[in-house]
């Protein structure tokens, strides 16, 4: 997506501010992969693409949510209906929009918060870049592996 | 009746189905099927939606999960949809509850959707039937009670605020 002039104009006030940098505008996204519902929200709104609704859907989401989220009331409910483990990603419909797997590309990240804002779910949390040591690295053991997905 | 509850073992009366149906077209077949006496198979029960379009996965999975040999929606016709496109989004969720249903080995054929109008209340009848008899032809569904936790009801909007709540 081209920047605007002014866009162009911030990003130039920003050290170190390139469009395709990792710390382009510095916020440290962290996405709880448990809250999220799938919507493709934070994909629509992302500037650099570095979010991207995912055309599948892996069932072992579903499985793996805590029961108390929303995906955790369907993989709950497949749980008990399984007779062996998932085969594998299986493809969404179109018309289904959320139950899908977002794909996001880390080195693509701008850190500009916008799909921590439009999210639904609450499900993304943009820290603020002045943030010290201390935090990040606290976030960071919060977020398993698996939402770097 | 010569469907197949009839000659089939009393094991088969036992299958339960639950359908969901569109208030302005398969609902409206049904009743005028009833007006007329004729005769559903016992193992179905029917839920009024408004729209087919109100059917989320969760619903069709917690009815399986919950005891249900079989599920089916029943709506109208394509593009005669009283809400314009609610069963389009229904054929949709229903065809990813089939994938999801075979990824994890259960028959995909639990879970259907038929399309009716509401001057077609044979059509609904048929439907039913051939639902009973895909039904009764499939072993009971085992669930493990282990491994998934019972949502109450009308939790399909209270997992969210709960979790936010935690987070």
């Known amino acids: 997506m081209p920047l605007t002039h002014r866009g162009r104009e911030i990003l130039s006030r920003v050290p170190g501010g390139t469009l395709q940098s990792t710390v382009g505008v510095g916020c440290e996204i962290v996405r709880h992969e448990e809250l999220c519902v799938g919507c493709g929200k934070c994909a629509a709104n992302c500037p650099s693409g570095a979010s991207e609704r995912g055309d599948f859907f892996d069932v072992n989401q579903l499985l793996d949510a805590p029961a108390d989220s929303r995906r955790g009331a369907l993989g709950g409910a497949l749980r008990r209906l399984m007779r062996h483990e998932p085969d594998g990603p299986v493809e969404v419909p179109e018309r289904v929009t959320v ?9 693509k990240c701008l850190g500009c918060g916008t799909c921590a804002r439009g999210c639904p779910a609450e499900a993304i949390e943009a820290r603020p870049p002045q943030a010290d040591a201390a935090p990040s690295t606290a976030s960071a053991a919060a977020a398993p592996e698996g939402l770097r997905a | 009746m ?14 339960k189905i639950v359908a969901f149906c569109c208030r302005e077209c398969a609902y409206a077949a049904a009743d005028a099927s009833a007006n007329a006496r004729t005769p559903l198979p016992p193992t179905v029960r029917l839920v009024l939606v408004p729209c087919t379009g109100r059917v989320s996965p969760l619903h069709l999975l917690s009815v399986l999960a919950e005891g ?19 069963n389009f989004n229904a054929v949709d969720r229903v065809a990813f509850v089939q994938r999801l249903l075979k990824s994890v080995g259960v028959e995909p054929e639990r879970c259907q959707m038929f399309t009716m109008s509401a001057g077609e209340p044979p059509k609904f009848v048929a439907a039913v039937r051939e639902m009973d008899r895909v039904i009764c032809g499939l072993p009971p569904l085992p669930r493990s009670e282990a491994g998934g936790t019972r949502q109450a009801p009308l939790a399909v909007d209270a997992p969210l605020t709960a979790a936010r709540g935690a987070a």
């Open chain 2, 2 to 15: 010569a469907g197949a509850a009839s000659t089939a073992p009393a094991s088969a009366a036992d299958r």
């Open chain 1, 99 to 107: 139950y899908r797997t977002i794909i996001y590309h880390d080195e």
């Open chain 2, 68 to 86: 249900a040999d079989g599920v089916m929606v029943a709506g109208c016709l394509l593009g005669q949809c009283h809400y314009r496109e609610g």
